[in-house]
């Protein structure tokens, strides 16, 4: 299931209190406790691709939590409790979430998260100031600019060789406003070590690559990175 569709099933499933957020402030939620015979969540869907951390101090007994794509799922497991959860988005943006337990019937089903037209602005602005290199430099560290749009890649590509030994496939695609990125991963399926030369490799409107290791052992891998303008 792509993470629009999941994203349409949460907002269809349950009334959705939108937060414009200005990039700043604390969240409060008012999150269901566990009661017999109830199986009640609070759905937070983030302006994310995806979430890559959830910092949370609380205690085993205390909360329970879930994520899928760019949302959270909460539910409290007991009512005397009440605090802070972070969250870390894909693009490296800092939420900060207040939970605290909702009486019967009074909790949010469904918050959706929506960026300011101020902290979007400078997300675009961010995104247009983007160079080549340090888009190549990101897809290195694993690390989604602001304003980079990520998605992950299972396309599998020609082959090198005619022999097939060199198998070629994309990993991820980074999509920005003036720039396209790819992660290829380059397997060498042969017997005999394969030297990579970037001057060989063709790509309408081709900007920069970068590669991981240029000397690939039989049997091993290697990680090519792309920049071209879209």
Known sequence: ?????????????????EVVWDGRSTIALKVPVARPGASLTTAVVFPEEALADVIA???????????AYGQLFLRLLRDDHRGH????GQSGRLYRLYLEPAAQGE???????????DVAGERLREALA?????LIRAMRLGRVPQGVETEEATEELPPLHDDGTLRLKVERV???????????VLENT????????????????????GVESLHVPPGETTRLYLVQHP
């Open 130 to 134: 983007l160079t080549p290199l340090g």
């Open 174 to 184: 980074y999509r920005a406003a003036l720039l396209t990125g790819y992660v290829l």
């Open 57 to 67: 101090g609380w205690d085993k007994e205390a909360l329970t939590l879930e994520r």
């Open 190 to 209: 042969g017997a005999t070590p394969y030297e990579v030369n970037v001057q060989k490799l063709t790509l309408p409107r081709l900007m920069l690559v």
């Open 85 to 88: 959860l972070d969250v870390v």
């Open 1 to 17: 299931m792509t993470p629009s569709i999941l994203v349409a099933l949460v907002l269809l499933a349950a009334p959705a209190r």
């Open 107 to 117: 909790h949010d089903e469904a918050v959706h998260i929506r960026l300011s037209e």
